[in-house]
């Protein structure tokens, strides 16, 4: 069943206490999308927005009271948000309204995450890794799931990426490194895997 973006934000629980929220959590989200979508990916660049757009959000998202979000509160709510749900709000919008045609390409990929490393002189090192499933057609992350190189490896996690996808008819990319053979088995044939 289709459902709107805002619809499924909606879903998205608000840890604010009730008392003196001024604005939807809804609100803040649609704006910062709307922010990321003008590719302005700061705080204060997206204070810079809501600033140049006040009069048009105000109209088009019906805030109340002629308010918009200041910086304080978009910090405060951004920073609270949890990701993981944030994110699979966004995963299920998209596969609900089958926004990613059969046929596709998705290339997964692991990444270090900069000033993540600990024990940089150790063999114990540790730092955080991202993988991310990248849309080649649509130019987005479908999903994104972190982990810590001392607890797991990038193999169960990119597994645990594609199960939770649950996409048919796709063509993964990835890297040498996941040429296992119980992974292969159990991914042929409903999908192509190219590495």
Do not use: C
Request: hydrophobic share 45%.
């Amino acid at each position: 069943m289709k459902t709107s973006l805002i619809t499924k934000l909606e879903s998205l629980k608000d840890i604010r206490r009730a008392e003196g929220t001024r604005h939807e959590l809804v609100t803040i989200l649609l704006i910062t999308i709307m922010a990321f979508m003008s590719q302005i990916y700061s705080l204060r660049g997206i204070e810079t927005f809501i600033k140049r757009h006040k009069a048009d959000l105000i109209k088009n998202l019906n805030i109340k009271k002629d308010r918009v979000p200041s910086y304080s509160t978009l910090r405060r709510v951004l920073l609270a948000l949890d990701f993981d749900e944030l994110a699979e709000v966004f995963r299920l919008w998209i596969i609900e309204n089958d926004l990613i045609p059969s046929e596709s390409w998705i290339s997964i990929d692991g990444k270090s995450i900069k000033s993540t490393l600990k024990d940089y002189n150790s063999k114990n090192q540790n730092f955080v890794s991202i993988v991310s499933a990248f849309a080649h057609d649509k130019g987005i992350v479908l999903m994104s799931q972190s982990y810590q190189n001392k607890k797991t490896s990038e193999i169960p996690v990119v597994d645990n990426l594609i199960q939770a996808l649950g996409l048919q008819g796709m063509t993964f990319t990835l890297d040498a490194l996941h040429s296992k053979k119980k992974l292969l088995i159990r991914l042929l044939p409903p999908i192509i895997i190219m590495l």
